[in-house]
């Protein structure tokens, strides 16, 4: 199989400058030769073009930076749209969460999908609901269909959203109260902290995937890296404390592996300028790779 990457320059859709930056901080560290090493052929598509903040207006302060964040949504759909019609793999690298709007879309154009969403944020804002005015916070519930009709229709109102009840959210720890409202209206499942803390994350991953794989074309995996305890993933704009491990997060790339149904993955938030040596675009890295069929030798085979 081919990997596609495709990097997303984006940080209109947060407050934090940087972010922009990581789709270099994760190719820098190694990405392809990885990719590579696992028996990939992988091509890097380069980056999407993203204007910078400077060049754009807010025009609504609710929804910033939306004038420049739907073209842009657009040229991302049509990019993975593109790979997974062509039966390649895209891994779509941030940039901010807002990428994921257009990176989704595109995987949906033409088939059913289930979306499993890693993140401490289950981004289900909308522009009545958002303390902030961040669109990063709203994609989920964009893809869902909820919220502003430019960034829900994109270019195509044929292109379906993403049924909610195909939507799992992983290690969400970071709700604010209108947040929660949109997401019991919308019937998203949501795996928090303390279910995971309860159950262990094999019982959240396997609920998760159950509820996405359903009568699905395939299930599409975007990896906030915010969703990682800030001690292990400290370059991210809206870290969060009491997260999600290392190896929960692995376990959790694994299994969905295990499911030979995964089409494309998204690594966002990466921001090496809150970054320290680079290790949280080297961890995102990683999982990319336990996404992608590494599994640790078991003793056996
Ligand atoms: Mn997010």
Redesign the pocket.
């Known amino acids: 199989m081919q990997i596609d990457i495709i990097g997303v320059p984006i940080d209109l859709g947060a407050d934090r400058r940087g972010v922009d930056m990581g789709p270099s901080a994760i190719r820098y560290s190694h990405l392809q030769n990885r990719l590579e090493a696992l028996g990939y052929t992988v091509q890097d598509e380069g980056n999407i073009e993203v204007a910078i903040a400077e060049m754009c207006k807010i025009t609504d302060a609710k929804m910033k930076y939306i004038d420049c964040i739907v073209p842009v949504s657009r040229r991302i759909a049509g990019a993975v749209a593109t790979s997974v019609q062509a039966k390649n793999f895209p891994l779509v690298l941030g940039g901010d969460?807002s990428l994921s709007i257009g990176s989704v879309r595109g995987a949906a154009r033409n088939r059913k999908i289930g979306v499993i969403w890693i993140?401490a944020?289950p981004?289900f804002n909308t522009a009545e609901t958002t303390p902030s005015g961040n669109i990063?916070?709203m994609?989920l519930a964009l893809l869902a269909g909820m919220g502003d009709p430019r960034l829900v229709q994109l270019w195509d109102e044929n292109i379906p959203v993403i049924d909610p009840t195909k939507i799992a959210i992983i290690g969400a720890r970071d709700v604010d109260g209108g947040e929660k409202a949109n997401l019991q209206k919308a019937g998203a499942l949501v795996m928090g902290m303390e279910q995971i803390d309860r159950y262990g994350m094999v019982a959240a991953i396997e609920k998760a995937i159950e509820r996405v794989s359903r009568d699905v074309d395939g299930i599409y995996l975007s990896l906030?890296m915010?969703a990682l305890d800030p001690q292990h993933a400290p370059g991210v704009g809206t870290p969060v404390p009491a997260g999600l491990t290392q190896r929960e997060t692995h376990l959790a790339c694994e299994m969905i592996a295990e499911t030979n149904k995964l089409i494309g993955m998204d690594l966002?938030?990466v921001n090496p300028i809150l970054d320290g040596q680079n290790k949280t675009a080297a961890l995102a890295v990683e999982f990319a790779l336990s996404a992608l069929g590494r599994r640790i030798w078991n003793g056996q085979s």
Do not use: F, R
């Open positions: 969460h993140d944020h981004d990063h916070g994609s906030d915010d966002v938030e």
